[in-house]
């Protein structure tokens, strides 16, 4: 029995491709897998606080030294961490927004980012503390940054992405993009090869 983290970013509701395909994939997932559990985290729609001075103080004060103020300002911090940690499995939708990640999930990112809880500092480098995860992203995009073309290299969302789970312990990332949405004879195409994708990883899982 796996323990699924899923997470939507998009602002939009129901016209968001990224949510349609994470829900998409976390149903086909629970059909294969009646047994597992999901923990559902909207940032898309409750967007978290970013980072402040406070934040950054206590993140880098010894656990024991932090005053109430301090561990109040890390409190959604230890709560998105937690849930990351209880998962075996993530599932995040991210739309495309000016070739990277939107403000709401790099505000999640810098949230869960944390010295002593997910990565640390060892006298060979850095060490991420989150093992033993699988992650997918489902992106949507709307256009198409497709390896081989000349807009691959406008792509910083999956290699920032790629770069940022790794660097907390994530290797084992998978990314399934849904792109050409904001073409009309494209955007079909593009779900339905998405949807392949999806089935074809829970099959394979
Ligand atoms: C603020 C903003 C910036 C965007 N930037 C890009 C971009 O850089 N590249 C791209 O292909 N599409 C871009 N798009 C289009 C979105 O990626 C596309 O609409 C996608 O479907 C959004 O995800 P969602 O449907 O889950 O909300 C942008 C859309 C918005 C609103």
């Known amino acids: 029995m796996a323990n699924i983290l899923h997470v939507d970013t998009s602002p939009r509701g129901e016209r968001s491709i990224s949510r349609s395909l994470t829900k998409e994939f976390v149903s086909t997932w629970l059909q294969a897998h009646p047994g597992d559990k999901v923990t559902y985290r909207d940032i898309g729609h409750n967007p978290i606080p970013h980072v402040d001075e406070a934040w950054i103080a206590g993140a880098f004060s010894p656990p ?5 103020e301090l561990e109040a300002a ?3 911090s230890d709560e998105l961490i937690d849930e990351l940690v209880a998962a075996d499995i993530y599932v ?3 739309p495309m ?11 999640y990112v810098d949230q869960v980012a944390r010295v002593g809880r997910t990565f640390t500092i060892t006298q060979n480098g850095f060490e991420g503390l989150l093992k033993n995860k699988k992650a997918l992203v489902i992106t949507a995009r709307g ?3 497709a390896q081989g073309t000349p807009l691959a290299q406008y792509d910083f969302q999956e290699p920032y992405l790629r770069t940022l789970f790794g660097f907390i312990g994530v290797t084992d990332v998978n990314f399934i993009h849904a792109e050409n ?3 009309d004879g494209t955007r079909e195409k ?3 090869a998405a949807r392949e994708a999806i089935d074809k ?3 394979t899982a």
């Open 64 to 68: 024991d030294q932090r005053t109430p």
């Open 74 to 76: 890390l409190k959604i």
């Open 92 to 94: 995040f939708g991210a």
């Open 97 to 107: 927004y000016n070739f990277g990640i939107s403000s709401v999930f790099k505000a």
């Open 143 to 145: 256009g198409s940054f």
């Open 181 to 183: 949405l904001s073409g």
């Open 190 to 192: 593009s779900l339905i």
């Open 201 to 203: 990883l829970v099959t």
